[in-house]
């Protein structure tokens, strides 16, 4: 892919920021998105490598080629920005508006390649129907990683760096092979759910299969029973933590827990409600003679 359709758009900016996702459709781990800036100038040989005309979106790369692909992108690039959303996150928010705040995120985390410094683009063509809620002159293109070499490469970067998040959580978890599957809905991910239930804070439960959907109302009655058995195992799960010690040696409890003895021995001390003065008046040894 050239870079024939960004050109169209250089009249409003001279740094375009492509922006695109990954992960909406899953069901595990983060949604990520990246905001990629090209220089405007890629036909030159000797300074950039001419690999980038053959980035294509990330869906038609072989996933053994896309690695590769986005090394050449963090070479080439003016600046890229990644943002990140959590599970919990998406939850909350939805996906539409998750999608969203992953875009803003990767727009103001944008970054020079070769010092880090914070380098904001002046026009952004958006992967989408939706525009991106910043202050920058933009558009909004379906299938603008078929068209757009920029967004082409942004959709390259979120991809392998949502890969790479996945591929570490299935070291941690391998029982749901997201080495293969991504956190995509897919079998194999369920067969680990049907044995181990869901990772709380890594599993999008407010999504299909873990909640209804009309979509899949022809087995409705199936993942009602399915998901009673992985609420089921995934509590046995967590009661199995307390019962290992796990629950207690997780660093944030054990912070919390600190904290907490600590209040405990001051309200004791000093009464509830209060604190102690920065410089307490030492007690006076009693005289022996």
């Known amino acids: 892919m050239d870079n024939t359709f960004d050109k169209i758009f250089y009249e409003e900016g001279s740094l375009i920021g492509g922006v695109d996702e990954s992960g909406v459709s899953d069901i595990a781990g983060p949604l990520v998105a990246a905001c990629v800036i090209l220089p405007k100038m890629l036909t030159n040989v000797r300074k950039y490598n001419l690999k980038i005309f053959e980035v294509m979106d990330c869906k038609e790369v072989p996933e053994r080629y896309r690695k590769g692909y986005a090394e050449v992108i963090w070479e080439t690039a003016t600046a890229i920005g990644i943002g990140e959303v959590s599970p919990s996150e998406v939850d909350y928010l939805g996906k539409e508006e998750a999608t969203k705040l992953a875009m803003v995120r990767a727009v103001i985390a944008c970054k020079t390649t070769s010092k880090a410094k914070p380098k904001q683009p002046d026009f952004l063509i958006v ?47 391998p ?3 997201w080495i293969s599957n991504k956190g995509y809905p897919c079998e194999n991910q369920f067969t680990g759910i049907d044995k181990n239930g869901i990772q709380i804070g890594i599993h999008r439960t407010k999504r299909w ?39 207690t040696t997780k660093p944030r ?6 904290n907490c003895k600590k209040q405990l021995q001051t309200e004791v001390k000093y009464g509830k409600g209060t604190k102690p003065s920065k410089k307490e008046p030492r007690e006076r040894k009693k005289s022996t003679t």
């Open 127 to 173: 992967d989408g129907e939706r525009p991106v809620p910043v202050k920058i002159k933009q558009i909004a293109i379906l299938n603008a990683d078929k068209k757009s070499l920029c967004v082409a490469s942004a959709s390259i970067i979120a991809k392998v760096y949502r890969d790479e998040i996945m591929i570490r959580l299935h070291e941690k978890f």
């Open 175 to 177: 029982q749901y092979d």
């Open 209 to 247: 299969p873990f909640i209804h959907n009309e979509r899949f109302a022809e087995n409705a009655n199936k993942w009602i029973e399915r998901r009673k058995k992985w609420r089921l195992k995934t509590t046995k799960s967590l009661v199995n933590d307390i019962e290992e010690g796990l629950w």
């Open 253 to 258: 409890l054990l912070k919390l827990s600190k």
